[in-house]
């Protein structure tokens, strides 16, 4: 979250810990029930770091 808000990036978080329904979701996307999961556009990393995202993220950016 730190990195996604450091870019001023809006995003949803969902307590996959409380929210049995998140936490099925989960699962769903990733195929797996290790968190952190994104899902942008039907692209998803899960299980990630900072720098996992920083490389999964150049794939949105756009060279206006």
């Known amino acids: 979250m730190n990195w996604l808000d450091a870019r ?11 929210n049995d329904a998140a936490w099925k ?5 990733s195929n797996q029930e290790l968190a952190p999961v994104i899902d942008v556009d039907g692209k998803v990393l899960a299980d990630f770091g900072p720098d996992q995202l920083a490389r999964f993220w150049r794939q949105f950016e756009t060279n206006d």
């Open 25 to 29: 979701e989960m699962y769903r996307l």
């Open 8 to 18: 001023d990036i809006d995003y949803e978080v969902l307590d996959v810990i409380k």
